[in-house]
């Protein structure tokens, strides 16, 4: 059973920084994508960053870009987003997400079929 649980959220002011962590467990593949998305109350889910196991290629949202950072240590089977400058925009739940399926690639949310339960992120003015 494949499970993904972040940790890492919390009350930041803006300007701070944090870094999320995705812990996975249950799987053993060698070709997936994993990624970070985010809700916020009344919007939409969205990718904020993604990467691809086979090739560590990553994509970002717009909004992130510059600011976000996403890797991995395969060894811990972890994923993380460092969230540096921080704005009160970036405030949402977070979730960390897979999907196993052999060539599937990008940060659409519908293309990912496991996910985490999500930690908060609020960043204060």
């Known amino acids: 059973e494949v499970q993904l649980v972040e940790s890492g959220g919390g009350l930041v002011q803006a300007g701070g920084s944090l870094r999320l962590s995705c812990a996975a467990s249950?799987?053993?593949?060698?070709?997936?994508?994993i990624g970070w998305f985010r809700q916020a109350p009344g919007k939409e889910r969205e990718g904020v960053a993604c990467?691809?196991?086979?090739?560590?290629?990553?994509t970002y949202a717009d909004s992130v870009k510059g600011r976000f950072t996403i890797s991995r240590d395969n060894a811990k089977k972890a994923v993380y987003l460092q969230m540096n400058s921080l704005k009160p925009e970036d405030t949402a739940v977070y979730y960390c997400?897979?999907?196993?399926?052999?060539?599937?690639?990008?940060?659409?949310?519908?293309?990912?079929?496991?996910w985490g339960l999500g930690t908060q992120v609020t960043v204060s003015s």
């Open positions: 997400a897979t999907d196993l399926d052999i060539g599937v690639w990008g940060c659409s949310s519908r293309l990912y079929d496991y």
């Open positions: 249950g799987f053993i593949a060698d070709d997936y994508v």
């Open positions: 990467m691809a196991s086979e090739d560590s290629r990553t």
